[in-house]
T-cell receptor, first 114, second 111 residues
Framework: NAGVTQTPKFRVLKTGQSMTLLCAQD?????MYWYRQDPGMGLRLIHY???????AKGEVPDGYNVSRLKKQNFLLGLESAAPSQTSVYFC?????????????FGSGTRLTVV | DQQVKQNSPSLSVQEGRISILNCDYT??????FLWYKKYPAEGPTFLIS?????DKNEDGRFTVFLNKSAKHLSLHIVPSQPGDSAVYFC??????????FGTGTRLLVSP
């Protein structure tokens, strides 16, 4: 089915370890986003991309890096994981009118840092 | 600074009655407002949106109202159904196609 696919779905990391979360979309969307969801905080934007080869910082970018080498993929990296990065991570993508039609979200990655 | 606020963390209604979810915002430059629905272990799904130049948009059982002078929007669900039980997020378009989300309201519709 067309949509946004996130891998992995679950992961437990030790403090200081690194990992990469993969987001893939098959809808030919230009814009892609990484959000984190924490209790009582809603969804907060980490990084986003307005096209292949571009990235930009969102509201809470510290401790994360991203890359968009291919239009369909948006990678989120944690170089040295910290317990504060325990969260549910959502990737989203859209065409050029997200405000009218909304984003398409993936099903999320639940990350625990111990 | 929370630009989009949902002050009610939860709401309980009976099946068949009206559910009203509220959202306040502070940035008068937002041009679109959206509502998303989220079930456990799933990503949010788009529900309905409204342009800042309108005051009402309706889609089936869902209606969104916008009061720009009060910087307030609300989502009405009529009639409410048990399958509507979920977390609802309001969001606002903040430029560069970025959305700013509220903290969510958990709706429980009981039979």
């Amino acid at each position: 089915n067309a949509g946004v696919t996130q891998t992995p779905k679950f992961r437990v990391l030790k403090t200081g370890q690194s990992m990469t979360l993969l987001c893939a979309q098959d809808m030919n969307h230009e814009y892609m986003y990484w959000y984190r969801q924490d209790p009582g905080m809603g969804l907060r934007l980490i990084h986003y991309s307005v096209g292949e080869g571009t990235t930009a910082k969102g509201e809470v970018p510290d401790g994360y890096n991203v890359s968009r080498l291919k239009k369909q993929n948006f990678l989120l990296g944690l170089e040295s994981a910290a317990p504060s990065q325990t969260s549910v991570y959502f990737c989203a993508s859209t065409n050029d009118r997200p405000a009218r039609y909304g984003y398409t979200f993936g099903s999320g990655t639940r990350l625990t840092v111990v | 600074d929370q630009q989009v606020k949902q002050n009610s963390p939860s709401l309980s209604v009976q099946e068949g009655r009206i559910s009203i979810l509220n959202c306040d915002y502070t940035n008068s430059m937002f041009d679109y407002f959206l509502w998303y629905k989220k079930y456990p272990a799933e990503g949010p799904t788009f529900l309905i949106s409204i342009s800042s130049i309108k005051d009402k948009n309706e889609d089936g059982r869902f209606t969104v109202f916008l009061n720009k002078s009060a910087k307030h929007l609300s989502l009405h669900i009529v009639p409410s159904q048990p399958g509507d039980s979920a977390v609802y997020f309001c969001a606002a378009s903040g430029g560069f196609q970025k959305l700013v989300f509220g903290t969510g309201t958990r709706l429980l519709v009981s039979p």
